[in-house]
């Protein structure tokens, strides 16, 4: 299936992605790397490996929302995306534009949802004398960090650990992860019922 990435930063996901997907047997093929911010990192990492790159930039719609994925929208639309997987992308998307992905839009989230949705996750997980942190892909829904799971990953949390050394572990994981949680949505192994995702296995 054709995929959008969508970044707003350095774009490690993204990288971990494209690595996975230039595999010819992987069931995703990246079509198109789509940054709100002309800066990400990433737009040059993706650009290095011949995928074509579009700068929709969100600041250059200021509150218009909506007129920010209408822009994005038709880029999506001129390269045959099929499905989205947001990877740092940090705008909050409207409930429309959620709508029309419903089911083909994916997020990773660096936390064991649903404990410590939104920002700094990692500090927070600390903070609150957590054990086990991770990070999560699920499926988008309107309300922010809420969709249903697909797949997680765990690490346990170190007494020495701090906000740099919790996050990089993580962060290693999500590269993993990622890449194995596209594979099903694209597979067409995810199936949603009620507010939970169930994962088919493949024919035998
Ligand atoms: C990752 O931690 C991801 O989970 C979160 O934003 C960060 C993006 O990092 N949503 P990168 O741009 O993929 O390196």
């Not at 579009?54 to 499905?83: I, Q």
Request: proline share 6%; hydrophobic share 50%; with cysteine.
């Amino acid at each position: 299936r054709r995929t959008a990435i969508l970044i707003s930063g350095r774009g490690s996901n993204m990288a971990a992605l494209l690595a996975a997907a230039a595999d010819p047997a992987y069931p995703a093929e990246i079509a198109l790397v789509l940054a709100n911010k002309p800066a990400a990192g990433g737009l040059a990492r993706a650009a290095e490996a011949g995928i074509p790159t579009a700068v929709v930039e969100s600041r250059a719609f200021g509150r218009d929302r909506a007129g920010f994925e209408m822009a994005m929208e038709a880029e999506l639309a001129k390269h045959g995306v099929e499905l989205i997987a947001l990877a740092g992308f940090m705008r909050v998307l409207t409930e429309g534009f959620v709508g029309r992905w419903a089911g083909r839009m994916i997020n990773i989230h660096p936390s064991l949802l649903p404990a410590f949705p939104g920002v700094d996750t990692h500090a927070r997980a600390l903070a609150a004398g957590v054990r086990f942190h991770g990070c999560t892909v699920h499926l988008v829904t309107p309300g922010v960090d809420e969709g249903p799971i697909i797949a997680q990953a765990a690490i346990p949390v170190l007494a020495d650990d701090t906000e740099d050394s919790l996050g990089a572990r993580v962060l290693e994981q999500e590269h993993a992860l990622y890449p194995a949680a596209l594979a099903l949505v694209a597979g067409g192994r995810v199936r949603v019922e009620g507010d939970r995702a169930v994962i088919e296995r493949p024919a035998p």
